[in-house]
């Protein structure tokens, strides 16, 4: 598997404001998800993602890049043993799985898991 990016996230401390900037930037199609505080970013061709107030207030506005797995769990305790911080372990959304790991020079990544790719 070449472990291809396939998704891309705002966590940002205003929604709002990041929806106006990028609404009026680029030829994107934001959809808010029923019941989550998530906006998708849907792109036509190519890698979407999305966007979501960030969960720790002290953390500035960045993006982060998913890389597809076949196997979240073991990818995650992989990057781990290689020398990753865990910031979010393993977890289970519509959809299938995530974490989000450091690598050893500060740079942050998401892990995603299809369901499709048990």
């Known amino acids: 598997m070449a472990n291809p990016f396939v998704h891309v996230e705002l966590m940002t401390t205003d929604v ?3 929806k106006e900037f990028y609404n009026g930037l680029f030829d994107w199609q934001l959809e808010d998800i029923p019941k989550m505080d998530y906006t998708l970013i849907k792109v036509g061709e190519g890698t979407g993602g999305g966007m979501m107030k ?3 207030p002290d953390l500035p506005s960045h993006w982060i890049a998913y890389v597809q797995v076949e196997d979240a769990a073991a990818a995650t305790e992989k990057a781990r043993k290689l020398g990753a911080t865990i910031c979010k372990e393993v977890t ?4 299938g799985w995530f974490s989000v790991i450091t690598d050893p020079t500060g740079a942050t990544l998401g892990i ?4 499709c790719c048990l």
């Open 16 to 18: 709002a404001k990041a």
């Open 54 to 56: 960030t969960v720790q």
């Open 92 to 95: 289970q959304i519509s959809g």
């Open 112 to 115: 995603w898991q299809m369901n």
